[in-house]
């Protein structure tokens, strides 16, 4: 008997391989292109955020001056921010640099303590270290510093231009022959801007709340520097999870080197721990409620996937990214299972 042969076999293997092999292009895409389409990302970000605040303005004052105005503010709040954290940031710097006696004697009594376990740390630094390390870190600085100057003048230049098109593009879309597509463009545009404005009110509420609660913790525990500290958990905690993680791990090292004591130390990660996820996993989501609602697994894997490829700004706007995605899945019937799965837990 021979065999006989499902000609209809290399076909389905075809078509079932060929929406992963298009999702690798697209990523390897938007890995390598990340300097222009980062950026980008980002601008089409803001324009949702800050539109409705140069819509007003228009109303009242020449488009161009509500666009200057509109641009003012946005570079003042981001810039607040940044001003903000570098300032503490300086405060911290300008402690360490006053207190390196500390530093020598926590090095020296886990040194010790090492190398009664069988551990020479002096061998390890002197067998890891190099002159090449410094030169080589130096030159990472500078290239970290070359690739924010050149974000931020994308980021810009794509701002301007977009606001400029808003009105035009929505009339282009209005002119559209098929009514459907019409229609859908428009949805998916007011949703998805909607969505965005909404996830950041949220984000910036808990982000305030956040600073506050740290503040005050810092101030009851006596850790020093409870601004600087309640205004880094502020700034950082735009960042979902990288963020607050990186807020906790900082002060608990300071806290650790003032007070020289490693239970104190635990307690106070703990409690900023517990502080974070208290907002973050319990208030948000009840304040967001059930239109920003998404799994944390989900919300950890768009953090940790879009910060590979796109950085620092890729952990930022990892979230609104999935925000968006999950708003084109819910308008379709054939996708809407795929933001079901990947909602997160109701709050009701």
């Keep these: 008997m021979g065999l006989k042969v499902d000609r209809k076999m290399p ?3 075809v ?3 060929l929406p992963f092999g298009m999702s690798v292009l697209i990523l390897a895409g938007l890995y390598y292109a990340s300097a222009i389409i980062a ?12 539109w409705p605040l140069q819509s007003v303005l228009e109303r009242t004052i020449p488009s161009p001056l509500a666009l200057v105005v509109t641009l003012l503010i946005t ?5 607040g921010l940044v001003l903000l954290f570098l300032w503490a940031f300086g405060l911290i710097v300008e402690w360490l640099v006053a207190n390196a006696d ?10 010790e303590w090492l190398y009664v376990h069988g551990v020479s740390i002096e061998a390890l630094v002197a067998d890891s270290y190099s002159p090449s390390l410094l030169s080589g870190a130096a030159r990472r600085v500078g290239g970290s510093g070359y690739r924010l100057v050149s974000f931020i003048i994308i980021a810009f230049a794509f701002t301007v231009l977009g606001l400029l098109e808003v009105d035009a593009l929505r009339g282009k879309i209005e002119q559209l022959r098929n ?3 019409r229609e859908t463009f428009l949805l998916v545009g007011k949703d998805i801007a909607a969505k965005m404005r909404r996830y950041m009110l949220v984000r910036s509420i808990m982000s305030v709340l956040t600073g506050l609660v740290v503040w005050c913790f810092a101030l009851t525990a006596g850790i020093e520097l409870a601004t600087a500290w309640g205004i880094i958990a502020f700034v950082l905690n ?4 990288i963020g607050p993680l990186v807020a906790t791990v900082f002060p608990t090292l300071f806290a650790l080197v003032k007070f020289g004591s490693l239970k104190l130390a635990i307690g106070v990660f703990a409690c900023l721990n517990f502080i974070q996820f208290f907002i973050g996993s319990y208030l948000e989501p009840r304040i967001a409620g059930a239109a920003l609602s998404i799994s944390p697994f989900v919300v950890l894997l768009a953090v940790f996937f879009w910060s590979f490829l796109w ?7 990892g979230v609104p990214i999935m925000i968006a995605v999950l708003a084109l899945c819910q308008l379709h019937d054939s996708t809407q299972w795929i933001a079901t799965l990947l909602a997160g837990k109701s709050t009701k």
């Design 11 to 13: 076909d389905a293997v």
């Design 15 to 17: 078509k079932g391989f």
């Design 39 to 50: 950026p980008v990302t980002f601008a089409v970000f803001i324009i949702t955020i800050v």
């Design 75 to 79: 570079l003042a709040t981001i810039g």
């Design 102 to 111: 500390r530093f020598q004697v926590l090095y020296a009594q886990a040194t």
């Design 179 to 181: 009514p459907k597509i």
């Design 238 to 241: 735009y960042i979902p999870f």
């Design 311 to 317: 950085g620092i700004s890729g952990a930022f706007m």
